[in-house]
């Protein structure tokens, strides 16, 4: 089992894609393990907190061991069924309100409160009931199982010399440029060279 270095000491180099002009140049062989033998894939990397949807599409050469364990790395999170029980009773509760409301516009006052009533009522039962704190918390384990295995495929799927369990590299959006965390080091100062009269740093 490789030894996974946290994200904070991964080797960082800096590079301002704001500048007009500037393009990247990605060595070839593996971002995270380094095995010669690799196969270009687009990674789309977006800044999350950006309105703008800003984002950055990086053509990261991976080999297929490696491609497989950030395939698994990144599957979507399993659904929290218990939430999604809330969602319902959420939904179901707004929409008695505006059903509500507009009976209450067509003069139909008491009709529009029998709905809100109902559905709040049903809603404070269900929560109260110990069948539903019992299932809630049987979805929190079988959530916990899936997400436990999901894990151990990751695990399993590593190699030796694999640096990252998801992808190897990490992209930060800074003020003045961009932030390129490589799990591997060697590929990391590579990167850096490759790059240096672009600005690289």
């Known amino acids: 089992m490789p030894e996974l270095k946290d994200k904070r000491d991964w080797t960082t180099v800096f590079f301002d894609l704001y500048i007009a002009g500037r393009t990247v140049t990605w060595p070839a062989g593996c971002v995270c393990c380094?095995?010669?033998?690799?196969n270009r894939h687009l990674v789309r990397f977006d800044k999350k907190e950006n309105q703008r949807g800003a984002f950055i599409t990086a053509s990261l050469f991976y080999c297929d061991r490696c491609w497989?364990?950030?395939?698994?790395?990144?599957?979507?999170?399993p659904t929290e069924s218990?939430?999604?029980?809330?969602?319902?009773?959420?939904?179901?509760?707004?929409?008695?309100i505006v059903g509500g409301i507009w009976?209450?516009?067509?003069?139909?006052?008491l009709l529009g409160v029998i709905p809100v009533l109902v559905?709040?009522?049903?809603?404070?039962?269900?929560?109260?009931?110990?069948?539903?704190?019992?299932n809630c918390?049987?979805?929190e384990r079988d959530r916990q199982q899936v997400v436990a295995k999901r894990e151990s495929e990751v695990m399993a799927a590593l190699g030796e010399a694999c640096t990252a369990r998801g992808h190897a590299l990490h992209v930060s959006?800074?003020?003045g440029g961009h932030a390129f965390s490589f799990s591997n080091p060697a590929y990391g100062h590579a990167w850096?060279?490759?790059?240096?009269?672009?600005g690289a740093r």
């Open 34 to 38: 380094g095995y010669h033998k690799s």
């Open 68 to 77: 497989r364990h950030v395939e698994l790395a990144t599957r979507p999170a």
């Open 82 to 96: 218990w939430r999604s029980a809330g969602m319902v009773f959420a939904a179901a509760f707004w929409l008695s």
């Open 103 to 109: 009976l209450a516009t067509k003069g139909q006052y």
């Open 119 to 134: 559905v709040s009522g049903c809603w404070f039962a269900a929560s109260r009931m110990a069948w539903y704190k019992a």
């Open 137 to 139: 918390a049987k979805w």
């Open 173 to 175: 959006f800074l003020g």
């Open 192 to 198: 850096r060279e490759a790059n240096r009269k672009q």
